[in-house]
């Protein structure tokens, strides 16, 4: 047998290594496709399918922010209740969805094309079952009833019209039915002038036996009943409206006797400024025991919406929290669901980890344990708790048309309601 010559190695080990880094790649790649699959995988992990994202998430990105790689995002609360249970209501900061009833995919009336901003993607019994606790609603006189509308100047019309009020509350009441622990809150923006059309319209729905009385709304800003003696008076519903007039003619509260409130829309969202709504008491108020932040921009881009909800809605909580003196208890967004990871998820478990145990967020929580005494979450935590209530049963996926919406019909709305901005609501 013939040595091998120098020469003859010099051709063999090139071809021998460039094996190996093909063999290496293929591993690598397979490694990197394969690594989590089939509900595996945990927030921010990436992701190619919603199948292969764990409880509580879905698979996206946000192009918006850069992040054009999909991964798994949170699309589930963990309600603050599972937790820690017991406090008073005022105690504890709820999910809202501003419009919760503007949703993109809803049907315009028979031949109408509709003209207006939608604000989010899913039903509001999806909403509920993701979490969700307030609805914020838009009620009119409309076609001889009470319906949801986004519209202006107090005025509802056939192509900013969604559909009759009782709709959607019997949503909220199937919740209710089917979840006996879980309280909700609903916020009417109120341009109904019919005689007593709110209480009937409940009534008709079915909610009036959920209903927080409102003589027994704290009026001096003192703490409002427990949770658990809301669930065992089973008074689970507490509904306010922007009209003055029907706290003493139907006894549906006054909102703003009861909460404080930050201006909504552009303003809302100012980096380093938390401004009160015009019909609020100063943030400060000792008179009110509920907080309300509204957190969305004047103008709703779902596509933005992933960017808003990262880290300057962190920093906005962190404004408003200095600006009032106290935790915000409702935090309205809108596209809920759309982030770049954690999403108002997190920032709804970070607003109640202080005032709740005394943690940096939710997560670091321990049932029954003292105040202060928290779990070690120093790393972030992957996968959000899930509450074993078994509340969540709601799909975390957007609607097929939520990011297809036209940008015509965008176009069509904006030119159509820029002269009419200040009028809006």
């Given at each position: 047998?013939?040595?091998?010559?120098?020469?003859?190695?010099?051709?063999?080990r090139?071809?021998?290594?460039?094996?190996?880094?093909y063999l290496?790649?293929?591993?690598?790649l397979?490694?990197s496709?394969?690594s989590c699959?089939?509900?595996?995988?945990q927030l921010?992990?990436?992701c190619?399918?919603?199948t292969?994202?764990g409880?509580g998430?879905?698979c996206?990105n946000?192009?918006?922010?850069?992040?054009?790689?999909?991964?798994?995002?949170?699309?589930?609360?963990?309600?603050?209740t599972?937790?820690?249970?017991?406090?008073?209501?005022?105690k504890y900061?709820?999910?809202v969805?501003h419009?919760?009833?503007?949703?993109?995919?809803a049907?315009p009336l028979?031949?109408?094309q509709r003209?207006?901003?939608?604000?989010?993607?899913?039903t509001?019994t999806?909403?509920?079952r993701?979490?969700?606790r307030?609805?914020?609603?838009?009620?009119?006189?409309?076609?001889?009833?009470i319906?949801?509308?986004?519209?202006?100047r107090?005025?509802?019309?056939n192509f900013?019209?969604?559909?009759?009020?009782?709709?959607?509350l019997?949503?909220?009441e199937?919740?209710?039915?089917?979840?006996?622990?879980e309280?909700?809150?609903?916020?009417?923006e109120?341009?109904?002038?019919?005689?007593?059309g709110?209480?009937?319209?409940?009534?008709?729905?079915?909610?009036?036996?959920?209903?927080?009385?409102?003589?027994?709304?704290?009026?001096?800003g003192?703490?409002?009943?427990?949770?658990?003696?809301?669930?065992?008076?089973?008074?689970?519903?507490?509904?306010?409206?922007?009209?003055?007039?029907?706290?003493a003619?139907?006894?549906?509260?006054?909102?703003?006797?009861?909460?404080?409130?930050?201006?909504?829309g552009?303003p809302?969202?100012k980096?380093?400024s938390?401004?009160?709504?015009?019909?609020s008491?100063?943030?400060?108020?000792?008179?009110?025991?509920?907080?309300?932040?509204?957190?969305?921009p004047t103008y709703p881009?779902?596509t933005?919406?992933?960017?808003?909800?990262?880290?300057?809605?962190?920093?906005m909580?962190?404004?408003?929290y200095?600006?009032?003196?106290?935790?915000?208890?409702?935090l309205?967004?809108?596209?809920?669901?759309?982030s770049?990871?954690?999403?108002?998820?997190?920032?709804?478990?970070?607003?109640?980890?202080?005032t709740?145990c005394?943690?940096?967020?939710?997560?670091a929580?321990q049932?029954g344990?003292?105040?202060?005494?928290?779990n070690n979450?120093?790393?972030?935590?992957?996968?959000?708790?899930?509450?074993?209530?078994?509340?969540?049963?709601?799909?975390?996926?957007?609607?097929?048309?939520?990011?297809?919406l036209?940008?015509?019909?965008?176009?069509?709305?904006?030119?159509?309601?820029?002269p009419?901005m200040a009028?809006?609501?």
């Amino acid at each position: 047998m013939l040595p091998c010559s120098p020469h003859h190695r010099s051709l063999r080990r090139p071809s021998t290594t460039i094996g190996y880094l093909y063999l290496l790649l293929f591993s690598l790649l397979s490694t990197s496709s394969t690594s989590c699959s089939n509900g595996s995988c945990q927030l921010l992990e990436a992701c190619a399918a919603a199948t292969d994202c764990g409880p509580g998430l879905y698979c996206g990105n946000c192009p918006v922010s850069g992040k054009t790689q999909p991964v798994c995002t949170s699309g589930q609360a963990v309600i603050p209740t599972s937790v820690v249970n017991g406090l008073p209501f005022n105690k504890y900061t709820w999910l809202v969805t501003h419009n919760s009833f503007s949703i993109v995919d809803a049907p315009p009336l028979p031949g109408v094309q509709r003209l207006t901003f939608y604000n989010q993607e899913d039903t509001v019994t999806n909403q509920l079952r993701n979490g969700v606790r307030g609805l914020m609603l838009d009620m009119y006189d409309f076609e001889n009833d009470i319906w949801l509308c986004h519209s202006f100047r107090g005025q509802c019309y056939n192509f900013t019209a969604f559909q009759p009020a009782i709709n959607t509350l019997m949503e909220v009441e199937a919740f209710l039915s089917e979840n006996p622990t879980e309280i909700v809150t609903i916020i009417i923006e109120d341009y109904v002038h019919t005689t007593k059309g709110l209480t009937a319209l409940f009534a008709k729905a079915g909610l009036d036996k959920y209903w927080f009385p409102v003589s027994k709304m704290p009026r001096k800003g003192d703490d409002w009943p427990t949770v658990t003696e809301m669930v065992q008076d089973n008074h689970r519903l507490i509904v306010f409206t922007s009209d003055a007039t029907k706290e003493a003619q139907e006894g549906v509260a006054y909102q703003w006797k009861y909460m404080v409130e930050n201006e909504s829309g552009d303003p809302g969202v100012k980096p380093g400024s938390c401004p009160k709504r015009k019909e609020s008491k100063a943030l400060t108020s000792k008179g009110a025991s509920l907080f309300f932040q509204n957190y969305f921009p004047t103008y709703p881009v779902e596509t933005e919406a992933c960017n808003e909800h990262s880290t300057p809605l962190q920093a906005m909580v962190g404004t408003c929290y200095k600006a009032a003196g106290r935790m915000p208890n409702f935090l309205a967004v809108n596209f809920y669901m759309r982030s770049d990871g954690g999403g108002v998820f997190d920032a709804v478990d970070r607003m109640n980890g202080p005032t709740l145990c005394g943690c940096g967020t939710l997560a670091a929580c321990q049932a029954g344990a003292p105040f202060g005494s928290c779990n070690n979450v120093s790393v972030p935590t992957r996968s959000p708790a899930i509450n074993n209530a078994g509340s969540f049963t709601g799909s975390v996926q957007f609607a097929k048309s939520a990011s297809a919406l036209s940008s015509t019909n965008r176009m069509i709305a904006f030119l159509f309601y820029l002269p009419l901005m200040a009028f809006w609501l």
